[in-house]
């Protein structure tokens, strides 16, 4: 019997550990920068300037995995918003090293054009250098050029062979090739857009800062969409899945299945010595 408890106890801690590091339950998000948090940016709305009435917030409308999801709204072309997950410089999170990359989004009915959908975007800084930051960007996905954009339905989208287009924080360039994977900008592959002016040199070793999921800019009429699910990972590390949800799931934890199962293990133990 104690060998049976043993047993159980190393089973269940291992199944713990290991659900905890795959999935992370996010309930809340800031409104300021925070290094290995969500946080809300690039937010566009009448209460900051801009003509849109733009909304972004987790809610129960559309629950995906659980009670809630991301819900990411705007009225007109000036709305924007962004969540943003930044883990500054990390060992080996690099662009040839990124081996899973997706997330789960929805585009409500009502949207104005047919081709809109939440955005993923990888922030990156291209030398890997932290003293150098004029080579700092986004790859950014977007659905319109990986495929039809589908309606009124959830979609899991794993992007790591889909497209990515490059945008430059400095001089503020967008590259239009919208036809390079994550592998062909690690390789060092140039873009084949003619007159391209400018362009970030990438690299396997160029370093992956963070994540982005959002709506807008210069999306013309209105927008009302979800996401859920956002993945990243990379070689050497387990891949995490942020699970967005309005309040912390009542679930018992996997340690406390864990108690819960020795304590079950206990009271046949006693059955069988009262027996």
């Given at each position: 019997m104690k060998s049976l408890l043993r047993s159980a106890v190393v089973l269940a801690l291992l199944g713990a550990g290991a659900a905890q590091a795959a999935t992370v339950t996010v309930t809340s998000v800031s409104n300021a920068p925070t290094?290995?948090?969500?946080?809300?940016?690039?937010?566009?709305?009448?209460?900051?300037?801009?003509?849109?009435?733009?909304?972004?917030?987790?809610?129960?409308?559309?629950?995906?995995?659980?009670?809630?999801?991301?819900?990411?709204?705007?009225?007109?072309?000036?709305?924007?918003?962004?969540?943003?997950?930044?883990?500054?410089?990390?060992?080996?999170?690099?662009?040839?090293?990124?081996?899973?990359?997706?997330?789960?989004?929805?585009?409500?009915p009502g949207t104005s054009a047919e081709h809109l959908a939440p955005a993923m975007r990888l922030l990156y800084d291209a030398d890997g250098n932290a003293a150098t930051t004029e080579d700092r960007g986004y790859l950014i996905w977007?659905?319109?050029?990986?495929?039809?954009?589908?309606?009124?339905?959830?979609?899991?989208?794993?992007?790591?062979?889909?497209?990515?287009?490059?945008?430059?924080?400095?001089?503020?360039?967008?590259?239009?090739d919208y036809d390079m994977t994550l592998a062909n900008w690690a390789s060092g592959m140039a873009p084949n857009a003619q007159n391209v002016a400018s362009y970030d040199q990438l690299s396997a070793s160029t370093a992956i800062l963070g994540i982005e999921f959002g709506i807008g800019s210069g999306w013309a009429g209105t927008f009302r969409g979800f996401i859920d699910n956002a993945?990243?990972?990379?070689?050497?590390?387990?891949?995490?899945?942020?699970?967005?949800?309005?309040?912390?799931?009542?679930?018992?934890?996997?340690?406390?299945?864990?108690?819960?199962?020795?304590?079950?293990?206990?009271?046949?133990?006693?059955?069988?010595?009262?027996?």
């Open positions: 290094l290995n948090s969500w946080y809300l940016t690039n937010y566009r709305d009448v209460s900051t300037g801009y003509t849109s009435t733009t909304f972004a917030g987790i809610t129960s409308a559309n629950p995906r995995s659980g009670n809630g999801s991301v819900e990411m709204s705007s009225t007109d072309a000036s709305g924007k918003a962004d969540y943003a997950y930044t883990w500054g410089f990390v060992n080996n999170r690099t662009l040839g090293n990124v081996n899973s990359i997706g997330f789960d989004w929805f585009r409500a977007e659905q319109v050029y990986n495929g039809t954009t589908l309606q009124n339905q959830w979609v899991s989208s794993s992007l790591e062979n889909q497209y990515f287009w490059q945008r430059q924080f400095s001089p503020g360039y967008t590259v239009e993945r990243i990972g990379f070689a050497g590390e387990e891949a995490t899945t942020f699970n967005f949800e309005t309040a912390a799931s009542q679930v018992p934890e996997p340690a406390s299945l864990a108690l819960l199962g020795l304590g079950a293990l206990g009271f046949a133990a006693r059955r069988r010595k009262q027996k």
